[in-house]
T-cell receptor, first 117, second 114 residues
Framework: SAVISQKPSRDICQRGTSLTIQCQVD?????MFWYRQQPGQSLTLIAT?????????ESGFVIDKFPISRPNLTFSTLTVSNMSPEDSSIYLC??????????????FGAGSRLTVL | AQKVTQAQTEISVVEKEDVTLDCVYE???????LFWYKQPPSGELVFLIR??????QNEISGRYSWNFQKSTSSFNFTITASQVVDSAVYFC???????????FGKGTRLHILP
């Protein structure tokens, strides 16, 4: 399965600032996914990032708040804009691998733990 | 709409005991895939198993086993002879097809006490 490097691993940010999280994969992948995991909660999909097209956002997430770049098949960034304490979460990058058949098996990065003061 | 319910928020058992984590899913589709992921304290999610809706065979992998029952829309996960290293949050998840998003349950935090 793919190996994902995500950075920063953690950061403490001031309210109103923006932070960009980077996700690097060791192989070319078509689809990359960005998830958010709020403290003690489950994973919620923010958006699907496809190379060469705009990201597809889930309900409740908008591009102005979470702009995503996907310049090539091995890299993506997620920016958390104009942060507030409610944005304090773990943000996870993931990629799917189809394997022999069936649905994507997601491989996750280690996550970026953001704390907004 | 699809939904995954993990009713057990937190479970504590003593090492070497068996423990079962429950997962109930909802979907109207006949083709779907179910997953279990483990999130240890380090935070990184680890894939454990994928099962498609046409394969109701139970699966065993070492101390781990999974019981898939379409009649009750359940996909339960049992750890036999639990170990402290099994302490983690376990997520059950569902997707409808190979390219669709994966929906996660809220997770069950498992504590294995020495």
């Amino acid at each position: 399965s793919a190996v994902i490097s995500q950075k920063p691993s953690r950061d403490i940010c001031q309210r109103g600032t923006s932070l960009t999280i980077q996700c690097q994969v060791d192989s070319q992948v078509t689809m990359m996914f960005w998830y958010r995991q709020q403290p003690g909660q489950s994973l919620t999909l923010i958006a699907t990032a496809n190379q060469g097209s705009e990201a597809t956002y889930e309900s409740g997430f908008v591009i102005d708040k979470f702009p995503i770049s996907r310049p090539n098949l091995t890299f993506s960034t997620l920016t958390v804009s104009n942060m507030s304490p409610e944005d304090s979460s773990i943000y996870l990058c993931s990629v799917g691998s189809l394997g022999d058949s069936g649905a994507n098996v997601l491989t996750f990065g280690a996550g970026s733990r953001l704390t907004v003061l | 709409a699809q939904k995954v319910t993990q009713a057990q928020t937190e479970i504590s058992v003593v090492e070497k005991e068996d423990v079962t984590l429950d997962c109930v899913y909802e979907t109207r589709d006949t083709t779907y895939y179910l997953f279990w992921y483990k999130q240890p304290p380090s935070g990184e999610l680890v894939f454990l198993i994928r099962r498609n809706s046409f394969d109701e065979q139970n699966e065993i992998s070492g101390r781990y086993s999974w019981n898939f029952q379409k009649s009750t829309s359940s996909f339960n996960f049992t750890i036999t002879a639990s170990q402290v290293v099994d302490s983690a949050v376990y997520f059950c998840a569902l997707t409808l097809n190979r390219d669709d998003k994966i929906i996660f349950g809220k997770g069950t935090r498992l504590h294995i006490l020495p």
